[in-house]
Nanobody, 116 residues
Framework: QVQLVESGGGLVQAGGSLRLSCVAS????????MGWFRQAPGKEREFVAQ????????VYADSVKGRFTISRDNAKNTVFLQMISLKPEDTAIYYC?????????WGQGTQVTVSS
C-alpha cells in the first residue's frame, strides 16, 4: 500500500510557474513508476507526465512538452512537477499516481488555477 500526498498547487497568472510535490509513504517508492495526471472541470482525467522508478525515460503529454518537467528524489520519496509558462488551459486538479505491476495508487489532488 502506498499513500500519496500532493502539495504546491495554487493560483498563478498566465506565464507564471509552480512546482508540485508528491510525497509517498512506505519504503518501496523507488520501485514505482510515478506520474502526474490532471482533471479540468467537466473533463476526463488526462495524463500529464510520468517517470520511471530510476528517474529515467520521462514521458510528457504533447500539451505540456517543453513547459513541464517531472523529476523524482527516491531518497525523499518525492516526485516533482515543475511547471513554467502556465496557461489558463492548465487549470485543473493535479493528481499524483504510483504504479507497480497491476497496482495503481492515487493521491487526493492539488488545485492549480491559472488566471488570464
Amino acid at each position: 500500500q502506498v499513500q500519496l500526498v500532493e502539495s504546491g498547487g495554487g493560483l498563478v497568472q498566465a506565464g507564471g510557474s509552480l512546482r508540485l510535490s508528491c510525497v509517498a509513504s512506505g519504503r518501496t517508492f523507488s520501485s514505482f513508476t510515478m506520474g502526474w495526471f490532471r482533471q479540468a472541470p467537466g473533463k476526463e482525467r488526462e495524463f500529464v507526465a510520468q517517470i520511471m522508478y530510476n528517474g529515467g525515460s520521462p514521458v510528457y503529454a504533447d500539451s505540456v512538452k517543453g513547459r513541464f518537467t517531472i523529476s523524482r528524489d527516491n531518497a525523499k520519496n518525492t516526485v516533482f512537477l515543475q511547471m513554467i509558462s502556465l496557461k489558463p488551459e492548465d487549470t485543473a486538479i493535479y493528481y499524483c499516481a504510483a504504479r507497480r505491476g497491476s497496482n495503481d495508487y492515487w493521491g487526493q489532488g492539488t488545485q492549480v488555477t491559472v488566471s488570464s
